[in-house]
């Protein structure tokens, strides 16, 4: 077995780490490149906890190898925002009560951003939909899709919440 | 857990994969998407020696109609299928049937050719392909052959695809006519692999009586299964409620699904008839006789 030396684009920062193949990107990221903001909750594909951005889409980080992903984009959470301020779906999910531990938040933040980005219209159904591979153990849901609904109203354009 | 350590190599070009495999052989393994081998990988369940990393060929990833047949390259995400307006325009079944599929965030990364070659019979694809009588291309480096889906799905886990071969293409023939196609699958949360499901089209002739109707039950049997004797009991029959449900009992008689901690076998085969039931109910609501349809169109 070889070891690679492998760059990942994380948060629009290159990371360069020599690797052996079988590293999981989601150690890449919290070892290698020091991102603990991505939990990993079962390792095998079902929690959700470890979900990142690949290119721009939700993808389980634990599911991938980090040479699958060399070359490529990968947005987690702390590439959220790039203020000091919250992203808005950040602050409703306080505002919210959308976490208690938080231990899932990170996974549900990076599964939601892309679904109201590409959504044509936000719809409970479209949130649960988009949160069905993401577990959490405190919240019971209704507080995270109550919080997507008010995220969702504070990005709307301007002017479409004049009309 | 973690991977147990191998080689990697990500493939430039179809050949090449091809190649390394001939070369290789059982010692290793083609890694698509990695949806289904990542976890087996973590797990220790598979501990080949290479990966040949298929993911990143373009040349495999498509989806375009040619003289009414639907291809589909085996890199293609199956998100992208998903997407595709010509898949659902053509072949409403297979929109549904991915809808089912896992998660948004497993769509994304898991490709068509891998959930196929997978061959899990609780999974949507292969369902999808054994209703729709897709034919697989798969090639080694001495050449390339078609499988039916009917010869593909061997049992449990094992495609007809060889050590050496790779699946290349999933073409999915036009739909009669005029067919109605459904497809209806339970599972106790959205994204799940199913408890059970059914996969059916339902052509009609000119007087509005089933020909040639096609059912295939998920989650039934070691691989997709095509409940023949449900079909013939249709075959020439008006689609009424009472020939459906009739048609339905038949299909769940036909199975004898395993029982495991999520439903007992005779849980399983009641729930495959109500679903049968309710997928022919919808196909039957949607077919039109062939000719009706042109002077609709
Ligand atoms: C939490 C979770 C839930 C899921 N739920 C579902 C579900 O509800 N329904 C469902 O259908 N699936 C489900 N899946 C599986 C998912 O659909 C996988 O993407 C799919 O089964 C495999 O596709 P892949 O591209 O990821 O293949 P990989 O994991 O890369 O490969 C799978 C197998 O196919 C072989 N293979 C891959 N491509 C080829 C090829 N071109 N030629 C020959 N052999 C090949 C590989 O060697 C391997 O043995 C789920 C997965 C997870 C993690
Ligand atoms: S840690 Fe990746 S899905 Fe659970
Ligand atoms: S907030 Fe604790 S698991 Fe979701």
Known sequence: ?163 | MKPAPFDYVRATHPDQALELLATAGDESKLLAGGQSLIPMLNFRLARPAVLIDIGRLGELSYINRQDGTLRIGATTRQAQLERSKLASAGWPLLARAIGWLAHPQIRSVGTVGGSVAHADPAAELPVACSVLEARMTVASRSGKREISADDFFVTHLTSAIEADEMLLEIAIPAAPDGAGQSFVEYSRRHGDFALGGAAVVIPLDAQGRCAGVRITLMTAAPVPWRARTAEKLLEGELPGAQQLAAAAKAAASEISPTSDIHGGSSYRKALAQTLCFQALTEAAAMATPPDVTRVGK
């Open chain 1, 1 to 163: 077995m070889t070891l690679s030396t492998i760059t990942i684009d994380i948060n629009d920062q290159a990371y360069r780490a020599e690797v052996e193949p079988r590293r999981l990107l989601s150690d890449f990221i919290r070892e290698d490149a020091g991102l603990t903001g991505t939990h990993v909750g079962c390792e095998h594909g079902v929690c959700g906890a470890c979900t990142v951005q690949l290119d721009g889409a939700p993808v389980r980080s634990c599911l991938m190898l980090a040479i699958q992903a060399e070359g490529r984009s990968v947005r987690t959470v702390e590439g959220l925002s790039d203020s000091p301020e919250f992203h808005p779906l950040q602050k409703a999910f306080l505002d919210a009560h959308g976490l208690q531990c938080g231990y899932c938040t990170p996974g549900f933040l990076m599964s939601l951003e892309p679904y109201m980005r590409d959504a044509d219209e936000i719809s409970e159904q479209g949130i649960r939909e988009a949160i069905a591979g993401n577990i959490c153990r405190c919240t019971g849901y209704q507080s995270i899709v109550d919080a997507v609904q008010i995220a969702a109203n504070e990005m709307r354009p301007q002017e479409d919440a004049e009309r």
